[in-house]
């Protein structure tokens, strides 16, 4: 369906004591089945190299807290939550949703495989388990602490190469009456906005609400609701329980899957044009960049996210192009974006260098960062969003 080229891990950013090593890169090409029509790349990384240190921390998002705090506020009022009840985020990542859980005096459990994120979110309150989740992991947290009301698994069940070794485990963690809650990415959101620097190494599957209802199934979980949210450019929040008190699907659930048959999303068809728009998005990225320098004008990066070294390594962007990026996160300060080896700096380089461009690489957070980089136009600076579409803005 695409054909990325070769790419190195998205997260794996490099100390300057290891530029002078090799870097190994690894295929990037997302494929189609043409049995069940699940999106996915081939599984050529193995997870534990990935997240048992990892560079993502999701406390770092003002509006990804924000997100985290509503969806916790509407879950208890939707599922009746109370002192009594138990909740387990898997993918917890550095506690950043279930601290919500503990502020509302709920029992919880985060199940995080990656140690320096799991540690943050210990050292924040929030209980958390080390490990990955599979079948004998959820049978084992399931026995030692009770089924769960509420089993959360945010931007995690695209991550997973087993994924029904995975959704084994979400199923020993519920409870026969309970409920299961996951965000994805929703391909028809990628197709339809060119949204392909969210494919990635660690996605393994992209997902429709067809395709996740048939993974789920598996393990005896049926979708009963889906909500479509903003989130990383377009997700789905789909709402499963065990089959036995799952009762029919919402309108919601059928109003979603008319959509995605009406994209051609069921069948092949749907997804011939893909790359040719993908090529679209890199030219006129090169093409900006280049008379950018042609004409003298300085263009720095703002961000280093995975989605950013997808796109900079398929559009072959180095300093020449690009001299250095910026993050909040001060993990990535003083290291090198995997590939392209661009500079990671922290955000206040901007106001000092005072570029002309701001390329933005979050392009999914463009509101939050519009507010938050409202000072380049002090000095006539512009922000540029790379995806859907080129665009500068005014």
């Known amino acids: 369906m695409l054909d990325l080229g070769a790419s190195p891990p998205c997260e794996s950013f490099l100390a300057e004591s290891e530029l002078d090593r090799p870097e190994p890169t690894y295929p990037l090409h997302l494929r189609l089945c043409g049995s069940c029509h699940l999106a996915q790349i081939p599984p050529l990384i193995d997870p534990a190299t990935t997240f048992s240190e990892y560079a993502y921390f999701s406390s770092f998002s003002s509006s990804w807290l924000a997100h985290a705090e509503t969806f916790v506020d509407q879950a208890v009022d939707r599922l009746g939550l109370d002192g009594g009840s138990f909740v387990v985020e898997v993918a917890s990542n550095d506690g950043y949703l279930l601290r919500n859980v503990v ?15 799991g540690k943050a979110a210990r050292e924040a309150g929030v209980p958390t388990l080390t490990a990955f989740l599979d079948s004998g992991t959820g049978a084992a947290v399931r026995d030692e602490h009770g089924p769960a009301d509420l089993v959360v698994a945010n931007n995690v069940y695209a991550h997973v190469p087993d994924i029904r070794g995975f959704t084994a485990g979400l199923r020993a963690l519920v409870a026969d009456d309970g409920w299961v809650s996951v965000e994805v990415q929703h391909l028809l ?5 060119t949204q392909y620097d969210t494919i990635y190494h660690e996605h393994f599957q992209y997902y429709t609400v067809a395709t996740a209802q048939r993974a789920l199934a598996t393990a005896g979980l049926t979708v009963v609701d889906v909500e479509r949210l903003p989130t990383h450019g377009g997700s789905i929040r789909l709402w499963a329980r065990p089959e036995a008190a799952a009762g029919p699907p919402s309108e919601r659930v059928h109003a979603v899957l008319t959509a995605e048959k009406a994209a051609g999303l069921h069948e092949m068809s749907g997804y011939t044009d893909f790359a040719a728009r993908v090529a679209e998005v890199r030219t006129d990225l090169l093409d900006f960049l280049i008379q950018a320098r042609r004409r003298g004008e300085r263009v720095a990066g703002y961000g280093a996210p995975g989605k950013g ?4 390594n398929h559009c072959g962007i180095r300093p020449d192009l690009l001299p250095y990026t910026v993050d909040r996160n001060p993990y990535k300060q003083g290291r090198y974006t995997p590939g392209t080896r661009i500079p990671i700096f922290a955000p206040d380089r901007l106001a000092h260098d005072r570029p002309d461009y701001v390329l933005v690489l979050p392009w999914n957070l463009r509101a939050e960062l519009t507010e938050q980089l409202a000072y380049v ?5 512009r922000l540029v969003f790379p995806i859907p579409r080129l665009e500068v803005a005014p």
């Not at 502020?103 to 994120?117: D, Q, T, Y």
């Not at 959101?189 to 906005?193: D, M, N, Y």
């Not at 070294?309 to 900079?312: A, R």
């Open 189 to 193: 959101s990628l197709i339809e906005s």
């Open 103 to 117: 502020e509302r005096g709920l029992r919880c459990l985060g199940i995080e495989p990656s140690v320096n994120v």
């Open 309 to 312: 070294n997808t796109l900079l």
């Open 377 to 381: 136009a002090e000095w006539g600076g």
